[in-house]
Nanobody, 125 residues
Framework: LMCSCRLWGGLVQAGGSLRLSCSAS????????MGWFRQAPGKEREFVAA????????YYADSVKGRFTISRDNAKNTVYLQMNSLKPEDTAVYHC??????????????????WGKGTQVTVSS
């Protein structure tokens, strides 16, 4: 079971915007809390954002709060990450994730039910 990540916007300069889309194959997204993680070269993997099954609750890392927005469209089986005011330090491989537990669990563990293929986001200065 894989999430395929689509990157809309490509390479972006600092201050710009990108949107990531994760469409889950073989997975009913509405049954899962969904999230995004990232890992930059030479750095630890880190939590970025998570959203509850209904979309009513969202969680963000302090480093992206106010700049990134996670959303979901259960009818399209898709979760999104809108990234605004991008900074060079946002450069990383981004992964979407899914877990049957409440989405808040993604703020405290990397042990999750599913991890999608990563997609590279590069922000130039």
């Amino acid at each position: 079971l894989m999430c395929s990540c689509r990157l809309w916007g490509g390479l972006v300069q600092a201050g710009g915007s990108l949107r990531l889309s994760c469409s889950a194959s073989g997975l009913t997204v509405s049954s899962y809390g969904m999230g995004w993680f990232r890992q930059a070269p030479g750095k630890e993997r880190e939590f970025v954002a998570a959203i509850s099954r209904s979309g009513d609750s969202t969680y963000y890392a302090d480093s992206v709060k106010g700049r990134f927005t996670i959303s979901r469209d259960n009818a399209k089986n898709t979760v999104y990450l809108q990234m605004n005011s991008l900074k060079p330090e946002d450069t990383a491989v981004y992964h979407c994730t899914a877990d049957r537990r409440p989405a808040q669990v993604m703020t405290i563990t990397f042990v999750l039910d599913f991890w999608g293929k990563g997609t590279q986001v590069t922000v130039s200065s």
